[in-house]
């Protein structure tokens, strides 16, 4: 099966290219609409996943254009996400609403629920859903390559500890986790571990990801309470 992803969001873009080609799917990427549509004047394509929020204007005028075109599925995947919204999109010709933020589990379902009707990825219904973590804001935790990828589409590479600091701090959705739940995280319950251990990797991971890791921005300090994550550009 052939998908065609219109998405200009790097991390997002990245998860699903992944979630889809490790159950068996083709995909092909496209981050503006005139990018999508020249692929699809050169190749066909079983399911067209469109985001609306793009570059060089709304995603509604490719999906409307499509839906006139043939009977091919169409998945909006957007942040729109108002009862008048939703409404919009399916007036516009889509076949199924994907709102954002989502489990890649989720997205999975969606495709398959879509092609079952003509051919159902080679790959066990769930077998990669496992492992899979929900993107927090425009950034993807990958699992299979312990990175992190940035919504620039750059991939960031975490040693284990990091990756799993990151994890918890991915798990709250912007929300304070404990020092001590973090450490837990870390030791995955088999011991005590150092109090410095935290720190250590907090320490770490901003030189990673901030601009400025003396000031930053995304995993920031709640005094007495612990750390939060803040996934801003």
């Known amino acids: 099966?052939?998908?065609?992803?219109?998405?200009?969001?790097?991390?997002?873009?990245?998860?699903?290219?992944t979630v889809l080609r490790k159950n068996g799917y083709q995909t092909t990427a496209a981050t503006t609409i005139q990018a999508a549509r020249k692929a699809l004047e050169t190749a066909a394509f079983d399911l067209l996943i469109i985001d609306l929020n793009l570059p060089d204007g709304d995603g509604l005028q490719l999906v409307h254009a499509e839906s006139l075109a043939g009977a091919t599925p169409i998945l909006v995947m957007t942040g729109r996400n108002t009862p008048e919204q939703r409404f919009e999109g399916f007036e516009a010709g889509a076949t199924d609403y994907l709102i954002k933020p989502f489990h890649p589990g989720e997205l999975l379902h969606r495709v398959q629920g879509l092609l079952s009707g003509q051919r159902r990825a080679p790959a066990a219904e769930g077998a990669e859903e496992a492992d899979a973590l929900p993107p927090f804001g425009p950034w993807v935790l990958d699992p299979s390559t312990s990175n992190l990828i940035m919504d620039s589409g750059t991939a960031v590479e975490l040693t284990p500890g990091e990756f799993d600091l990151l994890k918890r701090l991915f798990a709250a959705q912007g929300h304070v986790v404990s020092r001590d739940s973090l450490l837990e995280a870390v030791t995955r319950g088999e011991s005590e571990g150092h109090p410095r251990t935290v720190d250590v990797l907090i320490s770490r991971l901003r030189k990673k990801l901030e601009p400025d890791p003396a000031n930053p921005r995304h995993i920031i300090t709640v005094p007495r309470q612990g750390y939060r994550l803040e996934a801003t550009k």
Do not use: K, S
């Open 1 to 17: 099966m052939n998908v065609l992803l219109v998405e200009d969001e790097g991390a997002i873009r990245y998860l699903c290219d």
